[in-house]
Nanobody, 124 residues
Framework: QVQLVESGGGLVQAGGSLRLSCAAS????????IGWFRQAPEKERKFVAA????????YYTDSVKGRFTISRDNAKNTVYLQMNSLKPEDTAVYYC?????????????????WGQGTQVTVSS
């Protein structure tokens, strides 16, 4: 079992920054891939970024490359999503999720554990 708790969302102006946190707990989460997804109103949930906890390999969707950075802190059992140069189109509920697949997967169907989500709103 893996438990995930997100925090750090909020309201920010376009061009601003936010850092989301995903606190993980459970016996084997360090062998998992942790991903961030987002869902805007009336739209499907989409992949944003992911990290292989054990190796630190990362992967991003094209629309956030160069603006978002995913990282992990082993001591705090936490994965972060640093979001810079935010745009109104980044507005969504952001979820962290965990999967035991060996490689990073961008499909939400492959992720077994989900946090409750945190709202990010970017004003223009």
């Amino acid at each position: 079992q893996v438990q995930l708790v997100e925090s750090g969302g909020g309201l920010v102006q376009a061009g601003g920054s936010l850092r989301l946190s995903c606190a993980a707990s459970g016996r084997t989460f360090r062998s998992y891939v942790i991903g961030w997804f987002r869902q805007a109103p009336e739209k499907e949930r989409k992949f944003v970024a992911a990290i292989q906890w054990s190796r630190g390999n990362t992967y991003y969707t094209d629309s956030v490359k160069g603006r978002f950075t995913i990282s992990r802190d082993n001591a705090k059992n936490t994965v972060y999503l640093q979001m810079n140069s935010l745009k109104p189109e980044d507005t969504a509920v952001y979820y962290c999720a965990a999967t035991s697949t060996i490689v990073i997967d961008t499909s939400s169907r492959e992720y077994d554990y989900w946090g409750q989500g945190t709202q990010v709103t970017v004003s223009s």
